[in-house]
């Protein structure tokens, strides 16, 4: 989409009113059509104070503008930026002003891409100012902007040298044969290669923890109906958002609230009670808690007995990488303490909606796995990508490594070096495909 002779222009604030409408302009007409729209004569980095005119020299709006020179800008093209109010009204008219004088709408993440396309952000980092937009607690957003400021990119850089230095090294006693070192029977190779191995399984961790900060922990409450999974939903977040009733049935869509918990959004969704369907919507409704167990962090799985069936235990199995805490509500009708029990390696909760009681461990072991996911200085705010192409590095080195280790092979292990770093430079962009920056940039807002 992108051609970086065009100039583009975009309001870049929210729509809406606001104190402040920005617009702002890239490519290399910016300039002529600052100054033809103001009375300024402008100089890179200055603020001017100026009217902003419209073709017949009349005033739609006073503000400042600023003219940002190439290379020293976001897009590493000529930018000016307009700085007016935050009407909708004067922001149009000035971009229809700046259309005629020749720019053109930018495209969703426009400017962002030519950041990238001109050197400014590698892909990572682009993926940051993404999320650090979209971001929607203080966790996530602090991550975005480690990422932004390029320590997730350094550790991939870390890797990807220490693959070309073990590559160099095979290829020239490849190369040479005659002088070879005899890095057939060298152990430092595969010990080179153990050490890669360990610091991208490090990395991988921390993406993938990464991964579930970005989009917030999914904690999904399951049982039977009537066992008090939406008193449960209730009493967490301290809503009545979800409807109670002594009803088996009540609940039929899902239900849910994002609580914040340690700066990490919490997302609890309350899903209808699963037994053989009594009617169609009920049909419906128990699909849907079936899907949500699919994408759940954590399963709460609630009952109203004091020892969980067989049966009941079975709603977990669809999820098998989810933690599952078992809660037995209604305490106080079968009298039993409350108290968390291990069972199976499974917690138990006892506790009673009710009247509140046991319900603070809960809490506080929700609390504790937040912190799990959350201490870890060195995380990265990663994506689905960037964990597929971390996993697909390690499998190659993996295999290279094993080949090696069976057939003193080095050529192999050469190649699945050179994949692993194409895998790693996908990630950071220095590999990629018009089809990938299209889907990546496509997701941004106008103006960013
Ligand atoms: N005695 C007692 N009753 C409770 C407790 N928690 C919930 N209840 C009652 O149990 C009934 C069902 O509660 P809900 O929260 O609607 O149960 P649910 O699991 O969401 O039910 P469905 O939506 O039908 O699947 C209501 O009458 C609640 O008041 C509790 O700790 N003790
Ligand atoms: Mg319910």
């Not at 138990?348 to 870890?376: D, I, Q």
């Amino acid at each position: 989409m992108s051609n970086s002779r065009d100039t583009i222009a975009a309001i870049a604030t929210a729509p809406g009113k606001s104190g402040i409408g920005i617009i702002r302009i890239s490519g290399p007409k910016s300039l002529e059509i600052a100054e033809t729209i103001t009375t300024a004569k402008i100089k890179p980095r200055l603020v001017y104070h100026t009217g902003f005119l419209d073709q017949d020299r009349e005033a739609v709006d006073k503000g400042i503008v600023i003219y940002f020179k190439a290379p020293a800008s976001y897009t590493g093209e000529d930018i000016v930026e307009f700085q007016g109010h935050g009407s909708m009204v004067t922001l149009n008219l000035m971009l229809k002003e700046i259309y005629r004088l020749g720019a053109r709408p930018a495209a969703p993440g426009e400017f962002s891409q030519r950041a990238f396309l001109n050197g400014k952000l590698d892909l990572v980092q682009a993926e940051a100012v993404a999320d650090l937009i979209a971001s929607t607690s203080e966790k996530s957003a602090r991550h975005a902007v480690r990422s932004l400021e390029g320590r997730f990119s350094s550790r991939i850089h870390t890797l990807v040298e220490a693959m070309i230095s073990v590559r160099v090294y095979i290829e020239g006693s490849l190369d040479f044969p005659e002088e070879e070192i005899d890095f057939l029977a060298d152990a430092e190779i595969p010990e080179k290669i153990t050490n890669i191995l360990s610091q991208l399984d490090s990395l991988l961790n921390d993406a993938v923890v990464g991964k579930k900060l970005r989009q917030g922990l999914n904690v999904v409450i399951v049982g039977r109906p009537n066992v008090g999974k939406s008193s449960l939903l209730n009493i967490l977040s301290g809503s009545e958002k979800a409807i109670v009733t002594g009803l088996a049935g009540t609940t039929r869509d899902i239900v849910e609230d994002t609580i914040f918990i340690a700066g990490l959004a919490i997302t609890l969704i309350d899903t209808a009670g699963i037994r053989t369907p009594e009617n169609e919507i009920e049909a419906e409704g128990i699909k849907r808690s079936r899907q949500q167990i699919k994408d759940a962090d954590v399963l709460v799985l609630v009952t109203d007995l004091e020892e969980i069936t067989r049966e009941e235990l079975e709603y977990t199995h669809a999820q098998p990488t989810a933690r599952v805490f078992i809660v037995h509500n209604k305490i106080d009708l079968y009298g039993h303490p409350a108290e968390i029990k291990i069972l199976n390696n499974l917690q138990h909760f006892y506790l009673s909606t009710m009247n509140n009681e046991g319900v603070e461990a809960l809490k506080n072991a929700l609390r504790e796995l937040v912190a799990e996911n959350n201490n870890n200085e060195d995380m990265v705010l990663a994506r689905e990508r960037h964990v597929q192409l971390l996993t697909k590095t390690r499998d190659v080195l993996k295999e290279g490594l094993d080949i090696f280790r069976q057939h003193r092979h080095g050529e192999i292990l050469a190649d699945c070096l050179k994949m692993a770093q194409k895998h790693l430079g996908e990630i950071t962009g220095e590999v990629h495909s018009d089809d990938l920056l299209g889907e990546i940039f496509s997701r941004f807002c106008i103006g960013k």
